[in-house]
């Protein structure tokens, strides 16, 4: 018997001892899968490389930044848009744990490219219908009473591209238009006390400083309710991309309602139906009409092991895991099916569950080589299901882009390979 071998029969026996006294050794056993066991031969003074010689300092990097080896990137679709100035990035999910997105990998959008914004000549001018126009500088905002919150943005248009059929094979792009942070800003509600809203002011447009002047109609209601004024993003200074120095963040609505690089806000009697609110983000009926506002982000999950950028490695222990979301509150239970939506069982919901936050969700099992059709269905605290993809193209058809949260399935091959399919 090899020195090797040997060793790798002593650890057998000594798990086999710890068996027979605890006897959830068997669970942590399986649940490790096919890992190389441990060798005496792996210590000093056999080390590696990077252990003979002194690592990099601490002033190398003042503002730290990933591992070379890791290869983690937000992704574009080419054929999508037109320009790189009007366009969308998607996060990785398929890399992600936990809830946040890492600052550099939230997803873009943006219709006249980043502007960059001076903070020392930013300026927010909240005028209309209130009785004291003012112009808050970023010094002003920041002397304010602060909130901080986890919250996800999605654009409205994520899953746009799978509406007529299953098209895109990866996880990135049938799910990546959305992010969580944590968020710091303003109640929108205590700038609103500060002006003095009218009795007669009912809706709020919100208009960024970019070359798009994107704007949107906002319901004084939502103003008064949960939308922040932010100016900082997991910690630091907003990122450029996501509206540097500052943004309206509307938790739980349309992404584009979240006017970045916000520059005025002005109180009116009703809504000003402007571009990105009725010919864009707007959702084609089939009989031709356009519903009217859809600002909800309604409730959507997808499983992110296995998915295609993640095929099945080995037989045995594996976690399922994905994420869920909800524009109406908290994530209350998801379910998984592996025989596409014919029964169900219960996951479950890892960490923290916060209302219009990412929620991860988890199911230990074994995979043995059977074909899966893999689905997750969410359910939030209002009791709202996630519905089928037939049930969502029954209501809505399939000449839309918009607001597409269906439920997704994954076809897991006996070569462990994924790919995306569509049940109807
Ligand atoms: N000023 C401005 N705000 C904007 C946009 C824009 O083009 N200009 N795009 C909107 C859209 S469509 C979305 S989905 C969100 C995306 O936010 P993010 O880039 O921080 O992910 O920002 C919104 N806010
Ligand atoms: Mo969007």
């Known amino acids: 018997m090899s020195a090797v071998a040997d060793e790798a029969a002593q650890l057998k026996g000594a798990d086999r001892r710890n068996f027979l006294r605890k006897g959830f050794a068997v669970a942590t056993a399986a649940a490790a899968g096919a890992v190389t066991p441990a060798l005496a031969s792996n210590k000093a003074p056999n080390l590696p490389e990077w252990t003979k010689t002194l690592g990099r300092g601490v002033v190398a990097r003042p503002y730290g930044r990933p591992s070379d080896f890791t290869d983690l990137q937000r992704r574009t679709v080419p054929w999508l848009t037109a320009s790189p100035e009007s366009s969308i990035s998607f996060s990785p999910l398929q890399d992600l744990k936990g809830i946040i997105t890492p600052s550099g990998l939230h997803f873009e959008r943006y219709h006249g490219g980043i502007p960059e914004v001076n903070p020392d000549e930013y300026q927010l001018m909240i005028h209309g219908l209130v009785e004291r126009p003012?112009?808050?500088?970023?010094?002003?905002?920041?002397?304010?009473?602060?909130?901080?919150?986890?919250?996800?943005?999605?654009?409205?248009?994520?899953?746009?591209?799978e509406w007529k059929g299953a098209q895109m094979e990866a996880l990135q792009f049938t799910h990546g238009?959305?992010?969580?942070?944590e968020w710091t800003g303003v109640r929108l509600s205590t700038l609103l006390a500060e002006v003095g809203v009218k009795a007669e002011g009912k809706w709020i447009l919100a208009e960024g400083s970019d070359a798009?002047?994107?704007?949107?109609?906002?319901p004084i209601d939502k103003a008064l309710d949960d939308a922040l004024i932010c100016y900082a993003q997991n910690g630091e200074p907003l990122r450029p991309e996501?509206?540097?120095?500052?943004?309206?963040?509307?938790?739980?609505?349309?992404?584009?309602?979240?006017?970045?690089?916000?520059?005025?806000?002005?109180?009116?009697?009703q809504p000003w139906y402007h571009r990105e609110e009725t010919s864009k983000y707007t959702d084609l009926m089939p009989d031709g009409r356009s519903r009217k506002f859809s600002f909800v982000q309604e409730t959507n999950?997808?499983?992110?092991?296995?998915?295609?950028?993640?095929?099945?490695?080995?037989?045995?222990?594996?976690?399922?895991?994905?994420?869920?979301?909800?524009?109406?509150?908290?994530?209350?239970?998801v379910d998984l099916s592996f025989d596409g939506g014919v029964t169900w069982q219960k996951a479950e919901v890892k960490g923290l569950a916060l209302p219009k936050a990412l929620t991860r969700f988890g199911f230990k099992t074994q995979w043995n080589g059977e074909p899966w059709l893999i689905q997750s269905r969410a359910i939030d605290e209002t009791g709202y299901v996630q519905p089928t993809l037939a049930?969502?193209?029954?209501?809505?058809?399939?000449?839309?882009?918009?607001?597409?949260?269906?439920i997704h399935t994954w076809n897991v091959h006996a070569s462990g390979e994924v790919t995306n399919v569509q049940i109807t």
Request: charged residues 20%; proline residues 6%; contains cysteine.
């Open 134 to 161: 003012l112009i808050f500088t970023l010094d002003d905002l920041m002397r304010m009473p602060s909130v901080t919150e986890i919250r996800f943005i999605e654009c409205p248009a994520n899953g746009g591209m």
């Open 177 to 181: 238009m959305v992010s969580c942070s």
């Open 212 to 218: 798009a002047g994107m704007s949107r109609s906002i």
């Open 242 to 269: 996501q509206g540097f120095p500052v943004r309206l963040m509307n938790p739980g609505w349309e992404g584009n309602t979240s006017v970045k690089w916000l520059r005025r806000l002005e109180v009116g009697d």
């Open 301 to 333: 999950s997808v499983v992110t092991n296995p998915c295609p950028e993640n095929p099945i490695q080995q037989k045995g222990f594996i976690e399922i895991e994905g994420l869920a979301w909800s524009g109406r509150g908290t994530i209350k239970a």
């Open 391 to 406: 049930q969502l193209r029954g209501e809505r058809g399939t000449n839309t882009i918009y607001h597409k949260n269906s």
